[in-house]
């Protein structure tokens, strides 16, 4: 089957550091995204993986092992604004369907 | 350049009832994807449209349909509606050879 996994809930302080991870078991690998989504709103895009690596971008950075089958995404000099829900998303076999994790809410507390 | 735009953003229906909801993707993007979000499960594939063609679906019941038009704006229809139908149905499209999506505002559902 295809499933993926992320911790349901993570607290922070503001100006820390934050790792989500994300671990996924799909039929076929074309990719990873992360997505932002603050309540209420729709989800907006952070990154996108396809390669093994540590992609950065600002004070984001997405890091990729297609052989172990995970992710994880480096939130650095944590805001208030980034209190949301991160979502980690594959596109598998075919690239036409994105499957998605739960989501990780993420409080950033002062 | 205008996002994608859902309407209606908010519906409310009864048990029983039909519904149908639009989305119109970014110009010029030709794949526009649903999902269903509801807090317990998070983001449900439900279909994906390319030039008026149904690519994949997911796993849910015949009572949800989609279509495309030729113009790129897709409908879902969701007919004999259920409680558990309550959710927020998200849009999404993406650009000819590549990956990601922009997301619309979303409808939120509720039937009661």
């Known amino acids: 089957g295809q499933n993926i996994d992320q911790p349901t809930e993570m607290t922070a302080t503001e100006g820390a550091i934050v790792q989500i991870n994300c671990t996924y078991q799909?039929?076929?690998?074309?990719?990873l995204f992360w997505y932002q989504q603050h309540a209420g709103e729709a989800p907006t895009f952070l990154s996108y993986?396809?390669?093994?690596g540590l992609e950065e971008k600002g004070r984001f950075s997405s890091f990729l092992s297609r052989s172990k089958g995970y992710s994880y995404l480096l939130l650095k000099e944590l805001q208030m604004k980034d209190s949301a829900s991160y979502l980690c998303?594959?596109?598998?076999?075919?690239?036409?369907?994105?499957?998605f994790g739960a989501g990780t809410r993420l409080f950033v507390k002062a | 350049k205008a996002g994608v735009t859902q309407t209606p953003r908010y519906l409310i229906k009864t048990r029983g009832q039909q519904v149908t909801l639009s989305c119109s993707p970014i110009?010029?993007?030709?794949?526009v994807s649903w999902y269903q979000q509801t807090p317990g499960q998070g983001l449900q594939f439900l279909f994906e449209?390319?030039?008026?063609?149904?690519?994949n679906k997911g796993n849910f019941p015949g009572r949800f349909s989609g279509r495309q038009f030729s113009n790129s704006r897709s409908e879902m229809n969701v007919s004999t509606l259920e409680l558990g139908d309550s959710a927020l149905y998200l849009c999404?499209?993406?650009?000819?050879?590549?990956?990601?999506?922009?997301f619309g505002s979303g409808t939120r559902l509720t039937v009661v």
């Open positions: 999404a499209s993406t650009p000819e050879g590549a990956y990601g999506y922009t």
């Open positions: 799909t039929s076929g690998f074309n990719g």
């Open positions: 993986n396809v390669l093994d």
């Open positions: 998303a594959v596109i598998g076999t075919g690239g036409f369907k994105t499957i």
């Open positions: 110009s010029g993007h030709r794949s």
């Open positions: 449209y390319f030039s008026e063609t149904q690519r």
